[in-house]
C-alpha cells in the first residue's frame, strides 16, 4: 500500500486548510488510517484516526474541535480538515495505514506511512 499525502502549505493563524490522504490500494479501505505529525526538534505525535467504516473517530486533546477526519472515494481516501490553525500546528503531516481496522493513537498501530505533507502556519 502506497500512501500520498498532500494538500500542505503556508497559512495565517485562524485559517483552514485540508489534507488528502490517497492509498494505492482497496485494501487500505478495510483498515484504520491515521495522521500523525512532527514539529522541528519534536518526536511525531498522534493527531486523529478513523475506523475502517468511517463511523468512529478519535482525536488528540490539542486538535479536538478544530479538525475532522473523515473517509471518502470509496474509504480509500482520508481527509483531514483543519480550521482555526495555531502556529503550534506547524508540522509535517502523516498519515498512516492501520494492521487493522479499528483506529489507535499509537505510531505502533500502523503499518504503511506516507511521505509526509508540510504545514506552516503563521501568527
Known amino acids: 500500500v502506497q500512501l500520498q499525502a498532500s494538500g500542505g502549505g503556508l497559512v495565517q493563524a485562524g485559517d483552514s486548510l485540508t489534507l488528502s490522504c490517497a492509498a494505492s490500494?482497496?485494501?487500505?479501505?478495510?483498515?484504520?488510517v491515521g495522521w500523525f505529525r512532527q514539529a522541528p526538534g519534536k518526536e511525531r505525535e498522534f493527531v486523529a484516526c478513523?475506523?475502517?467504516?468511517?463511523?468512529?473517530?478519535y482525536y488528540a486533546d490539542s486538535v479536538k474541535g478544530r479538525f475532522t477526519i473523515s473517509r471518502e472515494n470509496g474509504k480509500t481516501t482520508v481527509l483531514l480538515q483543519m480550521s482555526t490553525l495555531k502556529p503550534e500546528d506547524t508540522a509535517v503531516y502523516y498519515c498512516?495505514?492501520?494492521?487493522?481496522?479499528?483506529?489507535?493513537?499509537?505510531?505502533?498501530?500502523?503499518?504503511?506511512w506516507g511521505q509526509g505533507t508540510l504545514v506552516t502556519v503563521s501568527s
Open positions: 498512516a495505514v492501520g494492521k487493522g481496522p479499528y483506529g489507535s493513537s499509537w505510531p505502533s498501530a500502523y503499518v504503511y
Open positions: 490500494r482497496r485494501t487500505a479501505s478495510n483498515n484504520a
Open positions: 478513523i475506523d475502517w467504516r468511517g463511523g468512529s473517530t
